[in-house]
């Protein structure tokens, strides 16, 4: 759990280039397609339930590290892995834990936007960790 704790990030005040948050949100900006690229690998993968909950109104619903390997490969994963300094399996156990989460926090009203701007990344990891240091851990 001290792992995972610091892919979270709570504790020494890591700059935003280095959160787990940042990595995740990058994830969701440099995929090919952004946030319809990513619903499209999702899908692919049989998954499609799962993305599709985060971006709709309703409740989002869980999913696995192993999903998250499923759906972004075992080389992504493991570039989040080895620049937090912890195994796969914990990356994409929080990547499983966090995606989720910016997914929904950038589709407020139920609809993917059609495109997902540096600029707009930018704001959405600023907003992100802002409601992170607010959250008691």
Known sequence: LDEIGKLAGSGDGNSASSSPIAAITQ???????????LAQAFDQQGLGHLISSWIGTDQNLPVSGD??????????IGQIAQKFGITPEMASSAVAQYLPQIIDH??????????????????????LLNSQKSTPQ
């Open 27 to 37: 994830i969701l900006c440099d995929h090919p397609g952004g946030l319809s690229g």
């Open 67 to 76: 999903q998250i390997t499923q759906v972004l490969g075992n080389t992504q």
């Open 106 to 127: 950038i589709t407020p009203n139920g609809q993917a936007p059609e495109g997902v701007l540096l600029s707009q990344c930018e704001s959405i990891l600023s907003s």
